[in-house]
């Protein structure tokens, strides 16, 4: 099992996503995510990645590919750690969902039993694949993995490997190319870093 895993959200994407649910929606980086793929991957050498996993959606490959690529690390593409699928709900404003439908709002908050995204994913399913995805990398040899995937799934993950129920994920913030760091202390995950950005201060102060 790895010494400490790094969970990498995907950078930036376009204006045209900014405040909408996008799960399944194959969008790209905009240039300022790719900026901040360039920023990660400068940390991730630092860091002493040795393998990275990411999510098949392109604005994590991308960012992957930016990040983990030119310091020769090898990227595994993992279809678990998609982000989850919205169905009807991609695209739109919570504002829009609200006023379309109100009642799915309010079992999607309670945590309904069950509740599955109109059109879309179960959350049961989310996170059966997610905890899949985090018990397999978890499983790995290499001492420092880094795994590029959504914030949806860095939070189902935390909350797996924490022994978390998932409810707990409203708790988690994960920005844009932040860290989030899980450290294995004789086999035991333990949270080391939440939400990091300081990478990306750095670029901003330059």
Known sequence: MPNL????????TGPAYAGRYVGSTDAPLAPEGREEASALGKRFGELGIAKC???????????AEIAAGPLGVSIAVDPDLREVDFGKWEGKTF???????????????AFAENFRFP??????????????????????????????????????????LLGLPLRC????SIKPASL???????GKPVLAGLNDVCHLVRRKLR
């Open 53 to 63: 996993f990411c999510s098949p959606l392109r604005r994590a490959r991308e960012t």
């Open 5 to 12: 895993l790094y969970l990498a959200r995907h950078g930036t």
């Open 169 to 172: 994920h409203i708790l988690l």
């Open 95 to 109: 504002e829009e969902i609200l006023a379309e439908d109100p009642g799915g709002v309010e079992k999607w908050a």
């Open 119 to 160: 059109g879309g994913e179960a959350l049961r399913d989310f996170e059966a694949r997610v905890g899949a995805a985090a018990e397999r990398i978890a499983a790995e040899g290499c001492g420092r993995i880094a795994a590029v995937a959504h914030g949806g799934v860095i939070k189902a993950i935390v909350c797996r």
């Open 180 to 186: 989030t760091t899980v450290e294995f202390r004789d």
